[in-house]
């Protein structure tokens, strides 16, 4: 598994810049119009209608918080010791930026206002945040100090 975690988080990486503009869900409406948003198209629409604290939310949680955790998992396998610590921590939150997503889809699917069909974006997001959590899942800081 060690030898196979730069390659999990390059795929990590990959998969989060494909997650974030590839659409990420098909909404119908009236069978006649349709939409298929990004992520990013998506905040930046909020912005525009003057949502700006719920862009920032979605901003923070779905764009900087995976960057972070992205960033965090890259120092902890390749410098070592020095990030394990924030990685643990932001392990704990790994599922959180893909809940916020699916709760945006659920609630587009409850409304009844459109049918909400899953797009590539989706997918990807989701996978981003798996191959994340797979690559730091054996990182904890307190193992490795004990084992020395």
């Known amino acids: 598994m060690h030898a196979f975690r730069p390659v999990i988080l390059l795929t990590a990486s990959i998969c989060f810049g494909l997650g974030i503009s590839l659409p990420l869900m098909q909404f119908e409406k009236l ?33 900087l918080f995976p960057i972070i955790k992205l960033f965090t998992a890259f120092q902890a396998i390749f410098l070592g010791e ?18 916020l997503v699916a709760i945006a889809v659920f609630a587009a ?6 049918n909400a069909i899953s797009q590539p974006g989706l ?25 020395k």
């Open 109 to 114: 699917k409850t409304s009844g206002l459109a």
């Open 31 to 63: 069978y006649f119009f349709t939409e298929t948003p990004s992520l990013l198209s998506i905040i930046a629409g909020l912005w525009s209608d003057g949502e700006i604290l719920l862009s920032i939310v979605v901003v923070v949680f779905s764009i």
């Open 82 to 99: 020095t990030a394990k610590g924030w990685t643990a921590a932001l392990a704990k939150w790994s599922m959180m930026d893909v809940l």
């Open 123 to 147: 997918w990807f997001f989701a996978i981003s945040a798996i191959a994340v959590a797979c690559s730091v899942a054996k990182l904890n800081p307190e193992a490795q100090i004990t084992s």
